[in-house]
């Protein structure tokens, strides 16, 4: 179905959606926001968020109230609307530890659902802050975008303390609290490779990670030692 004979309804869906969202996309502040959020905004089950030129369209394990032949219609028309180059898909399902190896590997594919194919590594701006992005690198692409106010707070709260994040994944807390000069950052997690991520965070706003501390350990543990 093409995406200009989207049901109507769908259409009202996605104005009303844009329209709450009106100030935002047009303030400059970022480049990164849901732009549909779930059953709030009419459609069950469906999440789509924009990263710069990316769009990640969530689908959620028996919850999605439409077709997928209409969620796609439904994207067509936000990357017609929003200027967007690609969308990729990403199944959530209740249980990620039981998806399969070729499941995996479709969050890996470097070609979108919908568009042309991206570079593996964006940068998309928030509050003047830089986040890399990876849009087709599993479940999550780097950052939770519900925690863009959160974000700014701590950056605010930031200058002259000393900082520590817990489960810091890409450590997206950490870099806000770095250029919100702090004198020292302090992210745990136990991944080294989002610890990695995490580093290169700093590296493209200007910061040396090597002027503050990055663990891969358990929060727990590292309190003992």
Request: proline content about 2%; charged content about 25%; some cysteine.
């Amino acid at each position: 179905m093409r995406a200009d004979h989207v049901s109507s309804q769908l259409e009202s869906f996605l104005d009303r959606a844009l329209e709450a969202r009106a100030a935002l996309i047009g303030s400059g502040v970022t480049d990164a926001y849901r732009v549909f959020h779930g059953q709030s905004d009419g459609i069950d089950g469906l999440v789509m968020e924009q990263f710069g030129p990316a769009l990640i369209v969530q689908v959620h394990e028996g919850r999605l109230a439409i077709s997928l032949d209409e969620v796609r219609t439904l994207t067509e028309l936000v990357i017609q609307r929003l200027g967007m180059e690609a969308a990729y898909l990403k199944k959530f399902v209740r249980d990620r530890a039981g998806v399969s190896d070729e499941e995996q590997s479709q969050y890996r594919d470097a070609m979108p659902w919908i568009g042309t194919t991206l570079e593996p590594e964006l940068t998309i701006v928030e509050h003047g802050v830089k986040f890399l992005i990876h849009p087709y690198d599993g479940f999550s692409v780097g950052l939770f975008l519900e925690q863009r106010d959160n974000r700014r707070r701590v950056r605010e709260l930031a200058a002259g303390r000393r900082v520590l994040n817990t489960f810091a994944y890409t450590c997206g807390f950490s870099a806000a609290a770095a250029m919100g000069g702090a004198a020292s950052v302090a992210s745990v997690d136990l991944s080294k490779r989002y610890l990695e991520w995490g580093k290169r965070n700093f590296e493209v706003n200007g910061i040396d990670p090597s002027l503050h501390r990055f663990s891969c350990s358990g929060i727990f543990e590292l309190f003992k030692r």
